[in-house]
């Protein structure tokens, strides 16, 4: 079992930026990956980044490549997403997951709400 705690959204104008965090715990020794989905109204969750635990491995969706970096902490199990250059389009709910397996995430965070806006 592995819990999962977002943090770092809120309101930010166009061009703005924000960092999210993502704090894992309980048996997180078999972790593969973790990473970000997000979702607005009315849309499928889609994949955000994602980094795997060994090799620092990374990938993005398209849509976020060049503006938004994922990272990791291994020592205190958290992920991060810093997120440049918002766009209206961003805004959603950012979820954070870890993948036990390869290919797949077996655990979910809260969500905390990213909203892009003047």
């Known amino acids: 079992q592995v819990q999962l705690l977002e943090s770092g959204g809120g309101l930010v104008q166009p061009g703005g930026s924000l960092r999210l965090s993502c704090a894992a715990s309980?048996?997180?020794?078999?972790?593969?990956?973790m990473g970000w989905f997000r979702q607005a109204p009315g849309k499928e969750r889609e994949f955000v980044a994602r980094?795997?635990?060994?090799?620092?491995?990374?990938r993005y969706v398209d849509s976020v490549k060049g503006r938004f970096t994922i990272s990791r902490d291994n020592a205190k199990n958290t992920v991060y997403l810093q997120m440049n250059s918002l766009k209206p389009e961003d805004t959603a709910v950012y979820y954070c997951?870890?993948?036990?397996?390869?290919?797949?995430?077996?655990?979910w965070g809260q969500g905390t709400q990213v909203t892009v806006s003047s």
């Open positions: 980094i795997t635990w060994r090799d620092d491995s990374t």
């Open positions: 997951a870890v993948g036990v397996g390869v290919g797949a995430y077996d655990y």
């Open positions: 309980g048996r997180t020794f078999s972790t593969y990956a």
